[in-house]
């Protein structure tokens, strides 16, 4: 197991912290370290959740949500969570290895082959050698050290490639294909966010579903996990519940059309982007218990033996070969008593996270809303809070018997609420790129937007229009009632308005009673041609959700265009249940001369 060492922390018990959740005095050395540590650094707020031999016996939020708004945290209050995001992609990929969908020795990019490099570019051809096991233990050949991190080069990559900023995850792996590696794939280990934004791309190809999509339905909602998700850019994108993220200084938005200087946290990437790298937002409590569901510490085991020793085994890199410990599959792995102790922690601006699984039976997972902007200083506290923690469990002499799960049980997956992709969930009807456009189709994507597949029939139509209500189902944009031809439990599909003002406006996707929503800026430059059935174009810029529907409406500019065609139906499992859905989506100036009006239908 981990070594138990001693610290020394200033342990300073504020009365101004706010604590909430059940205190449980037997594990007061956990309070300690937590407590000091945000004394230390000046946290606004964190999440610890601590599970023995599957049972949560302590759930415990601390300081501030909002710092503004005196919202404190909760124990189950939402944290983006970084790079331990990786552990859930090598989990998916493990899973999709047990189903035969993957290899993996297989070969990576003969899985992307249409993500070719941009042209005149020269590949390098160890690229064709770089396997899925290489990206997961981050050996594929790329050291952002000597070059960057692309990851977090959007813009740039975006102004090479000619396209719309910031460049999507599929044209930064295009641009990528273009660049060198800068060692031989296997031979060593260099920490690599692109490495795992790959595999994302990869799971969705061998999958048809969206990275988030199949996640959250085929590897989360087993586990009893239901309200995970891909985070979003904007502060506007904060899920109820999810935390405000607080760091140092400012920058100009990645994101167009976002005037002025905004925190980092909300502008300094585009976290959309980073989805199987560092995208998820979850609590330190459900993480918790995904970690405990992979080996069935807790309930079903989710990966059979065999894979959990193969995603944990030590990688046959040199540098690990006479090491103590070593980095596996998205997991950095410390053997211990013939089982093996788990870590990974995660940073970004505005975050720091950690978690912990021991041989002895404990998972620690801790979330905070801030990070230093100092690199002395961000390493000082993941330093202190790895060894605190783990300190802490040393110093505990009396666990306790009960479960916390009874109040934090897992969630019913018949009773999911609804929810769309955070990449895909709004896209043009035409093309699927990401987008909308006054008078165009519009597809919706995700889970339980519906009772069922239905298609209008000849007795919806209603002097010449199409329904605006089908199935019970209905879409609003900008307040208007939009045409819907298509519902599913993941798919509807819907014309905008014609005349849609530029800007950011509010899409509704009405079930029952349940309300998300969401923020998408849009562009375009091309005009579409005359189609026979559909208007559509293509937006270039990713899906940023909205907190509240009726918040200041931001301005959005021009992009690309493409051509129109009736929109294809994307074949995805059924999913029951219904809700109540609100998004908030960015039009452009509606640039189609010709085409039907809105909500008419021609042959």
């Given at each position: 197991?981990?070594?138990?060492?001693?610290?020394?922390?200033?342990?300073?018990?504020?009365?101004?912290?706010?604590?909430?959740?059940?205190?449980?005095?037997?594990?007061?050395?956990?309070?300690?370290?937590?407590?000091?540590?945000?004394?230390?650094?000046?946290?606004?707020?964190?999440?610890?959740?601590?599970?023995?031999?599957?049972?949560?016996?302590?759930?415990?939020?601390?300081?501030?949500?909002?710092?503004?708004?005196?919202?404190?945290?909760?124990?189950?209050?939402?944290?983006?969570?970084?790079?331990?995001?990786?552990?859930?992609?090598?989990?998916?990929?493990?899973?999709?290895?047990?189903?035969?969908?993957?290899?993996?020795?297989?070969?990576?990019?003969?899985?992307?082959?249409?993500?070719?490099?941009?042209?005149?570019?020269?590949?390098?051809?160890?690229?064709?050698?770089?396997?899925?096991?290489?990206?997961?233990?981050?050996?594929?050949?790329?050291?952002?050290?000597?070059?960057?991190?692309?990851?977090?080069?959007?813009?740039?990559?975006?102004?090479?490639?000619?396209?719309?900023?910031?460049?999507?995850?599929?044209?930064?792996?295009?641009?990528?294909?273009?660049?060198?590696?800068?060692?031989?794939?296997?031979?060593?280990?260099?920490?690599?966010?692109?490495?795992?934004?790959?595999?994302?791309?990869?799971?969705?190809?061998?999958?048809?579903?969206?990275?988030?999509?199949?996640?959250?339905?085929?590897?989360?909602?087993?586990?009893?996990?239901?309200?995970?998700?891909?985070?979003?850019?904007?502060?506007?994108?904060?899920?109820?519940?999810?935390?405000?993220?607080?760091?140092?200084?400012?920058?100009?938005?990645?994101?167009?059309?976002?005037?002025?200087?905004?925190?980092?946290?909300?502008?300094?990437?585009?976290?959309?982007?980073?989805?199987?790298?560092?995208?998820?937002?979850?609590?330190?409590?459900?993480?918790?218990?995904?970690?405990?569901?992979?080996?069935?510490?807790?309930?079903?085991?989710?990966?059979?033996?065999?894979?959990?020793?193969?995603?944990?085994?030590?990688?046959?890199?040199?540098?690990?070969?006479?090491?103590?410990?070593?980095?596996?599959?998205?997991?950095?792995?410390?053997?211990?008593?013939?089982?093996?102790?788990?870590?990974?922690?995660?940073?970004?601006?505005?975050?720091?996270?950690?978690?912990?699984?021991?041989?002895?039976?404990?998972?620690?997972?801790?979330?905070?809303?801030?990070?230093?902007?100092?690199?002395?200083?961000?390493?000082?506290?993941?330093?202190?809070?790895?060894?605190?923690?783990?300190?802490?469990?040393?110093?505990?002499?009396?666990?306790?018997?009960?479960?916390?799960?009874?109040?934090?049980?897992?969630?019913?997956?018949?009773?999911?609420?609804?929810?769309?992709?955070?990449?895909?969930?709004?896209?043009?009807?035409?093309?699927?790129?990401?987008?909308?456009?006054?008078?165009?189709?519009?597809?919706?994507?995700?889970?339980?937007?519906?009772?069922?597949?239905?298609?209008?029939?000849?007795?919806?139509?209603?002097?010449?229009?199409?329904?605006?209500?089908?199935?019970?189902?209905?879409?609003?944009?900008?307040?208007?009632?939009?045409?819907?031809?298509?519902?599913?439990?993941?798919?509807?599909?819907?014309?905008?308005?014609?005349?849609?003002?530029?800007?950011?406006?509010?899409?509704?996707?009405?079930?029952?009673?349940?309300?998300?929503?969401?923020?998408?800026?849009?562009?375009?430059?091309?005009?579409?041609?005359?189609?026979?059935?559909?208007?559509?174009?293509?937006?270039?810029?990713?899906?940023?959700?909205?907190?509240?529907?009726?918040?200041?409406?931001?301005?959005?500019?021009?992009?690309?265009?493409?051509?129109?065609?009736?929109?294809?139906?994307?074949?995805?499992?059924?999913?029951?249940?219904?809700?109540?859905?609100?998004?908030?989506?960015?039009?452009?100036?509606?640039?189609?001369?010709?085409?039907?009006?809105?909500?008419?239908?021609s042959a």
């Amino acid at each position: 197991m981990f070594p138990r060492i001693s610290l020394f922390l200033c342990i300073v018990l504020t009365p101004a912290l706010g604590q909430t959740g059940v205190a449980v005095p037997a594990l007061a050395p956990f309070e300690q370290v937590v407590t000091g540590l945000m004394s230390e650094y000046g946290i606004p707020g964190g999440s610890v959740a601590v599970t023995r031999n599957g049972r949560l016996v302590f759930a415990r939020g601390y300081g501030y949500a909002d710092r503004e708004s005196g919202e404190p945290v909760l124990p189950d209050s939402r944290f983006r969570i970084a790079s331990m995001s990786k552990f859930v992609t090598a989990v998916t990929v493990m899973h999709l290895v047990e189903q035969g969908k993957l290899r993996v020795d297989q070969r990576a990019f003969e899985l992307l082959p249409d993500l070719q490099p941009p042209p005149g570019a020269r590949e390098d051809p160890r690229l064709a050698s770089i396997t899925i096991r290489q990206l997961l233990t981050h050996s594929g050949g790329w050291d952002n050290t000597v070059t960057f991190d692309p990851m977090f080069s959007a813009t740039m990559i975006a102004s090479a490639l000619g396209v719309a900023s910031p460049a999507s995850t599929e044209n930064i792996i295009r641009y990528m294909r273009g660049q060198p590696v800068q060692f031989d794939p296997g031979t060593r280990y260099v920490y690599c966010n692109f490495g795992f934004s790959v595999l994302g791309r990869i799971i969705e190809r061998v999958t048809g579903m969206s990275y988030e999509q199949y996640v959250r339905t085929n590897v989360l909602t087993p586990m009893g996990i239901t309200e995970m998700r891909i985070g979003q850019t904007l502060t506007a994108g904060r899920r109820p519940g999810e935390v405000k993220y607080y760091a140092d200084g400012s920058i100009f938005s990645i994101l167009p059309y976002v005037s002025g200087p905004v925190p980092w946290p909300y502008g300094g990437w585009q976290q959309e982007g980073i989805d199987a790298a560092g995208g998820w937002v979850t609590t330190a409590i459900d993480y918790a218990r995904f970690v405990n569901a992979i080996d069935g510490r807790r309930g079903k085991r989710f990966l059979s033996p065999e894979s959990v020793v193969a995603m944990t085994s030590r990688p046959s890199i040199p540098q690990w070969a006479t090491s103590s410990f070593w980095y596996a599959f998205g997991v950095q792995v410390h053997p211990s008593r013939g089982d093996a102790d788990w870590d990974h922690s995660g940073s970004l601006e505005g975050t720091t996270t950690q978690f912990f699984r021991t041989s002895d039976g404990l998972v620690i997972v801790a979330c905070f809303n801030y990070r230093p902007g100092n690199a002395t200083q961000q390493r000082a506290l993941g330093a202190d809070l790895s060894l605190g923690l783990l300190d802490a469990a040393g110093r505990v002499t009396n666990w306790p018997e009960n479960d916390l799960f009874v109040d934090y049980p897992d969630a019913d997956p018949a009773a999911s609420r609804p929810a769309l992709t955070t990449r895909e969930g709004v896209v043009n009807g035409a093309s699927f790129d990401r987008g909308i456009v006054s008078g165009s189709w519009v597809t919706l994507s995700g889970a339980n937007l519906a009772p069922r597949a239905l298609s209008w029939t000849a007795a919806d139509i209603a002097d010449g229009k199409l329904p605006t209500s089908l199935d019970g189902v209905k879409v609003k944009i900008d307040g208007e009632p939009a045409y819907v031809s298509y519902v599913s439990p993941t798919q509807i599909n819907a014309q905008a308005p014609a005349g849609l003002t530029p800007g950011w406006i509010p899409v509704e996707v009405i079930l029952e009673h349940f309300t998300v929503q969401r923020i998408q800026p849009r562009r375009n430059e091309r005009r579409l041609p005359e189609p026979r059935g559909m208007i559509g174009g293509i937006g270039a810029s990713e899906i940023l959700v909205g907190r509240h529907l009726r918040e200041k409406i931001g301005r959005v500019g021009r992009g690309r265009s493409g051509q129109a065609e009736v929109a294809p139906r994307r074949q995805h499992p059924r999913l029951p249940g219904p809700g109540e859905r609100s998004y908030r989506i960015g039009v452009a100036p509606d640039t189609i001369r010709k085409g039907i009006r809105a909500g008419e239908w021609s042959a």
